[in-house]
Each structure stands twice: as structure tokens, then as C-alpha cells.
């Protein structure tokens, strides 16, 4: 007698979804109910663009990104206008900084350095002055700087104290509720004939003036996850996946970080709600139903994708695969900065591949499982091509 498939540890979201997932296939199915928690599933392609490009109003129309302590950051034209501002301040800065990046590789990186917390900083780094302008005040930077290092990059929470964590988050609210009235009062607009100075100055003048400051924060704080995290992130999977797989390190900068998107999406779960009562996938849901896209098994669809758990970036060299690539959602909240996200991505990944040799040493850890998907801790060296240690 064959005995029973091993449960997952508990905690390790990942492999259960894959086990649960693997059991409904063999009657057929993509879409599941969960047994923890009883979210309906969803791992099929074409279940998964339903859902989120929300063909039919399946689902109540909701945000990915504009969401506080007490809902949904809206009406829906203040979202649009304020992801419009921001994608074009950042392509701005991501062009005009581009010659910044060699040096900054070398500063950041070279000879040694430790991830993913070394991708969130060079990310904060390289971005800093789209965060916050330069003339703003020095305690708001470090206030900044703080946000990442103690709630941004992967396991801060778990380095200190749950006092510490509320004290730091009422000073950190508290500092940035201030900016933003002053600039409410300042009353600078999006067409501001001297032009958009940083992310706080597009949320604020996208917003108008009577929205709430504390959601305005909440709103800044999401840009700056976005960025120093997920963009950090999604780089700390890169240099992993060339550091592993030494083979590869020829491929084209484009198919590499694709294919690391496709194997580790950052944004790895969307959830929605059904707005009526229907079937997806042959399961019943209603609106009293939580539906969990999970782009983690949409981009691993055996049925969709040849050898899905390798890493083959040539696999890119034929475009798209049309319906199973989501690694920043669909349709109307599809993320605003994904163009500039895989620009600097490809930048940074075309250096390291051109420039240098990369090894890695991984801590023996998983991927750190949380509202993003982070890689797991590990060790980079850089070396020029000649063999020999860059030196600071």
C-alpha cells in the first residue's frame, strides 16, 4: 500500500497551495477550494484572467495597491491619475539616472554582499531622490531610510520587539502625517508649472485637498514598498537565479529577468471578491467567498508551461505565452509602474551579466513567504571577468 502524500509544514503557503493544487488536477480541475480557511483557489490561466481583468463583473472592482487601515483609497479617477503621475516621474528618473547604475553596482554590491536586503538598499539608493526630493527635510530622509530597513526588506519584523515595532510606527505615521499637511497646505498641483519634485508631491496633488492625510500616508507608504521592496525583490531573484545557475549567464538580460518573474512572482497573490453568485473552474462561489489568484501556480501550469519548475530563459526568445504570464496582475489594476519596474530590472540584470561573475551561496532557507514573495537569504560575490575581487 502506497502511503499517504507528506502535509506541508504549517506556514509553508507555498507548498501547500502546490499540493492542494496537484490533488484537484487529478480530477481535472485548476480551481480548488482551500482547506485552510476555505478561500476558493484559482491556478488556471484562463480562470485567473476572468477574475482579474474581471470580464463580466465577476468580481467587485477593487485595487491591489491603494488600500489603508480602513478600506480603499479612492474614487477610482484619483488612482488613475496619481498612477499615471508617478509611472511618469519614475520613468523620468530611471532614464535620466541611468549612467548612475555601473557605479552604483560596484559601490553596492561588489565584492560581497547579502541579500535580498542588499537589492532592497540599492534599489532605495538609486530611486531615493524620486521618494523624496533632495531639499526636503533631512529627519523625513531617515525617516524614510528607517521605513525600509525596519518594515520593508524581507524578516524586519522579526528583528525586533513588538513595542519597538509600535513605537517606531506611530513616530514614522506621525513624521509623515506632517509632510503631507504642509504640502496640503502648500497646495502644489500635478501641472505645478515647476514640476513634480518627488512620490509624496504626486500623491498629494493627485488626491485633492480635502483627502484624508492619514490615507495619503498610507498611499506613500505603498510606492515605497512597490519600489525598495518588490523592485529589490524581484532583482534579489535575478542575481540568485544567475548565481545558481552559472550556465545561463550568457542569456539575454530581458528573458532573465521574465523568466525570474515567471518562476518567483513578487506580487505572487491577488484577491478578489465575487460579486454574484457563479462557477469558475466548476466550483461554486458567492459573495461571501474569498477567490485567491495565485500567479505563483498560474506561471508553473504544467498544462501551460514546458518544465515549469526550471529556470530556462530561453524559453522567452518566442515572446509572451499568451494568458499564463500575471506577474503584475491584469487588466484595470494592473500595477502602474510594471514597464518602469522591468527596465530598471533588465538594466541592472544586463550589468551584472556584461560586468561581472556571479556566485551566490544560499543559507539552505525557502523563500521567505509573506504579502510578497522574497527570496530566501543568501550570499553574492562579484568578480570582474579577469577572476579578480573587486576591491572598495
Known amino acids: 500500500m502506497t502511503s499517504p502524500p507528506q502535509r506541508p509544514a504549517p506556514g509553508d503557503e507555498l507548498a501547500l497551495l502546490k499540493a492542494e493544487f496537484e490533488t484537484a488536477a487529478k ?26 481583468g474581471n470580464r463580466h463583473g465577476v468580481v ?55 541579500w535580498p536586503d542588499a ?4 534599489v532605495l539608493e538609486h530611486l531615493r531622490d524620486v521618494l523624496l526630493h533632495p531639499d526636503a527635510p533631512p ?42 499637511r504642509a504640502r496640503q497646505r502648500a497646495g502644489r498641483p500635478l501641472d505645478h ?17 480635502a483627502a484624508d492625510p492619514d490615507e495619503l500616508v498610507e498611499v506613500y507608504l505603498s510606492f515605497l514598498f512597490a519600489t525598495a521592496g518588490s523592485v529589490g525583490f524581484a ?34 497573490l491577488f484577491a478578489r471578491t465575487p460579486s454574484r453568485a457563479l462557477e469558475l473552474g466548476g466550483v461554486p462561489v458567492t459573495p461571501r467567498d474569498r477567490l485567491v489568484v495565485c500567479s505563483y501556480l498560474v506561471h508553473r501550469h504544467p498544462g501551460h508551461w514546458e518544465r515549469p519548475d526550471e529556470f530556462v530563459p530561453e524559453r522567452w526568445a518566442e515572446g509572451t505565452p499568451d494568458g499564463a504570464y500575471l506577474p503584475f496582475g491584469l487588466g484595470p489594476h494592473t500595477c502602474a509602474g510594471a ?24 543559507d539552505g532557507g525557502g523563500p521567505q513567504v509573506g504579502p510578497a514573495l522574497a527570496p530566501p537569504r543568501f550570499t553574492a560575490v562579484l568578480s570582474r571577468p579577469d577572476g579578480c575581487p573587486e576591491r572598495r
Request: charge should be positive; charged fraction near 25%.
Open 339 to 362: 514597464t518602469v519596474t522591468v527596465r530598471l530590472l533588465e538594466d541592472l540584470v544586463g550589468l551584472l551579466t556584461r560586468d561581472w561573475r556571479v556566485s551566490v551561496t544560499p
Open 235 to 268: 532583482l534579489g531573484w535575478s542575481v540568485l537565479l544567475l548565481g545558481t545557475h552559472p550556465d545561463r549567464a550568457a542569456a539575454d538580460p530581458g528573458r532573465t529577468v521574465r523568466e525570474a518573474l515567471r518562476l518567483w512572482p513578487v506580487a505572487w
Open 119 to 122: 537589492g532592497n538598499l540599492l
Open 139 to 180: 529627519r523625513l530622509h531617515r525617516t524614510v531610510e528607517a521605513i525600509v530597513a525596519r518594515a520593508v526588506v524581507a524578516g524586519a519584523g522579526e528583528r525586533r520587539s513588538a513595542p519597538s515595532r509600535l513605537l517606531f510606527r506611530r513616530r514614522a505615521l506621525h513624521a509623515l502625517r506632517t509632510e503631507v
Open 27 to 52: 480530477s481535472g480541475s485548476d480551481v480548488w477550494r482551500s482547506a485552510p480557511g476555505g478561500a476558493v483557489c484559482v491556478a488556471g490561466p484562463e480562470a485567473a484572467r476572468a477574475v482579474l
Open 193 to 209: 508649472p515647476a514640476g513634480l519634485r518627488d512620490l509624496l508631491d504626486v500623491v498629494v496633488g493627485g488626491s485633492g485637498p
Open 60 to 114: 467587485a472592482e477593487t485595487s491591489d495597491f491603494y488600500h489603508h487601515r480602513h478600506g480603499v483609497f479612492g474614487p477610482r479617477s484619483a488612482q488613475i491619475t496619481i498612477g499615471r503621475a508617478a509611472r511618469s516621474l519614475l520613468q523620468r528618473h530611471v532614464q535620466a539616472r541611468r549612467d548612475d547604475l555601473p557605479g552604483l553596482v560596484a559601490r553596492r554590491l561588489a565584492p560581497r554582499s547579502e
